[in-house]
């Protein structure tokens, strides 16, 4: 059987600066190097080789749906939910009541919010 790891995710995004500052204030991710192209494509570390690519579309109609997202994971939502207060980027439970968690059937604590394209971003504590 063949092995994979995660790679990247790719995002495409109207405003590719405003997108980059909305995912360093909140994750704290670096910017890396595009070493792929010379586009205006900019990428940040999710750290372990992982990476988020932002991809400049600043006429594409973006579509979102909560059941497209995804997730990261911490030891301490709480705290994350905090930054997030601290930060006035509301967040939701699954079922879309704000400012609540949600814990899953299995136990996994997570709560939802939104970048500034719409794409929907849970943060779970699966560790």
Do not use: C
Request: charged residues 25%; neutral net charge.
């Amino acid at each position: 059987m063949i092995n994979f790891k995660f790679n990247h995710i790719a995002l495409s995004v109207k405003d590719v600066d405003k997108s980059v500052a909305f995912y360093q204030k909140v994750f704290q991710f670096k910017e890396i190097e595009n070493t792929a192209s010379n586009s205006k494509t900019r990428w940040l570390s999710l750290g372990e080789g992982r990476q988020l690519h932002l991809i400049p579309r600043p006429d594409f109609e973006i579509k979102v749906n909560k059941a497209v997202h995804f997730a990261l994971t911490t030891k301490d939502v709480h705290s994350f939910v905090n930054h997030l207060i601290s930060l006035n980027i509301d967040y939701t439970d699954w079922l879309d009541t704000p400012k609540k968690d949600y814990i899953r059937k299995d136990g996994i604590l997570q709560v939802y919010f939104q970048d500034p394209n719409g794409f929907w971003i849970e943060v779970n504590n699966a560790l």
